[in-house]
């Protein structure tokens, strides 16, 4: 497995800039060490975050059908895959209709990876595994090192929702510049629906999500020696139903510095002032059509669940 590691410099640089800029944030990558991988996989089983169980749902009801328009070989390249647990229900069908492929996960978390990379080995006897560790924007440019089968390239889980409107379309523009005509893309995003619905599944009754979170701010004190108290945080998430984004904040119930003992910086809050942490975007069908459109891809075809929560749209490369 290969591993491309951000240097303590990008780190600092990345967490610093946040933290210092008029509306701070933190980057939502660092949400995935390996108590953030936990807890996510904790958020995909709780009652109100349906996205995982939809996705499953598309998987297993139209899987046949969707894995019969990869054709016969191709590599899967899959962008945050996670713990895999609704990529399995493809390989499956995949391994049933006797499809020549390799799979290359690809994740921020490299404990993700390890796992899921032996936990395949065993379930599926004989599939050829792949994993690297490190940022979807780095691992773009191994694309084109990996042979001349076709590349159906995985984006799932409303992953693409975390990145704002703009920074989607300049990633989706990314990937098809290092594609070729006719390669794949299926991509997992999460749909409009009952404004309730959708912020429950980022404030659920548990706190999971509000553990999450906060998870982040003691990752920072973890690993680069910040002195965040979470108890003077306020999970904060809400859904902006004209835009179509959840927007998830921690928010300083009072005057507070923290301090950074790593690299030497005192980050100042105001009473009230949030830390922005993840947008998750929910599409409708012009949102999808737009996207595609505008980054160099054709829809093949939609695939959607019972509810009509989520859809699973299969892109080609024009
Ligand atoms: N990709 C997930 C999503 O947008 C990540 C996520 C789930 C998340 N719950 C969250 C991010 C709560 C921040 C806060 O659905």
Known sequence: MEKIVDTHEEIESEVIQGLTS????????????????????????????????????????????????????FDIVELGAGDGSKTGILIEWMLKANKDFN????????????????????????????????????????????GNKRKVLFFLGSNLGNFSMKNSLDFLQNINA????????????????????????YDDREGVTKNFNLNLLDRMNREFGADFKRQYFIHYPFYN???????????????????????????????????????????????????????GFRILQDFHDSNQYFVNTLWIKK
């Open 241 to 295: 139903s004209v835009n179509g984004t959840v927007c998830s904040s921690l928010v300083s119930d009072r005057q507070q510095t923290v301090n950074f003992k790593l690299w030497g910086n005192s980050i100042h809050f105001q009473a009230w002032e949030a830390i922005h942490t993840e947008i998750s975007q929910k599409y409708d069908k012009h949102a999808i059509q737009y996207l595609a459109d505008k980054s």
């Open 22 to 73: 008029p509306q701070k944030y933190i980057p939502s990558k660092y949400f995935y060490d390996r108590t953030g991988s936990l807890l996510f996989q904790q958020i995909m089983g709780l009652p109100e975050y349906y996205l995982s169980r939809a996705e499953a749902e598309i998987f297993q009801n139209h899987g046949e059908n969707l894995v019969s328009l990869f054709g016969n070989a």
């Open 103 to 146: 799979y290359i996960p690809v994740d921020i978390a490299n404990d993700a990876v390890d796992q899921l990379t032996s936990q395949f080995m065993e379930q599926f006897p004989g599939l050829k595994v792949d994993g690297l560790t490190g940022d979807y924007f780095k691992m773009l440019d191994k694309l084109n090192a990996l």
């Open 178 to 201: 290092k594609l070729v005509k006719g390669d794949l893309l299926l991509l997992g995003l999460d749909l409009k629906k009952h404004p309730d619905i959708i912020l429950k599944a």
